[in-house]
């Protein structure tokens, strides 16, 4: 499968091909709203205002799998908004690991296996993906995501 080929849905119940975002460089993150993690929402935001118009941009997908997220994905977006400013595309809760995974996350996981093989280990795991739709690397958890600056500035 082409990552190009996915149908991803906005927090708003929108449905669009991540076909949208080719030629841009990516940096997909599964989100919770209830993480130990979730103040990395700034540096992500502080990311994406540096490099999107260069053809940077993040997409955030909330994810309940490990029990932390709000109960939609209009309110994690929106607490996402009020809370750390977040102006990059955020989606409906999916699932990231099992058989329910969302097509996404069994491309992104199966393309860049973690630590601990395939599945994603928790939450704001992040994926780099170049422009042509090749997933370049995984980050942990714990990466910062200040740590994938460099290799974004090398792929823009």
Known sequence: MNLYEITVHTENHEHYSLEKYKGNVLLIVNT??????????????ALYQKYKDQG????????????QELDSG???AQFCRLEYGVSFPMHEIVKVNGANAHPLFQHLASEKKGLLGQAIKWNFTKFLVDREGNVIKRYAPVDT???TEKE???LL
């Open 32 to 45: 919770a709203s209830k993480c130990g993690f979730t103040k990395q929402f700034t540096q992500l935001e």
């Open 56 to 67: 940077f941009t993040i997409l955030g997908f909330p994810s309940d799998q490990f029990k």
């Open 74 to 76: 209009e309110e994690a």
């Open 145 to 147: 995501p200040l740590v």
């Open 152 to 154: 974004i500035e090398q």
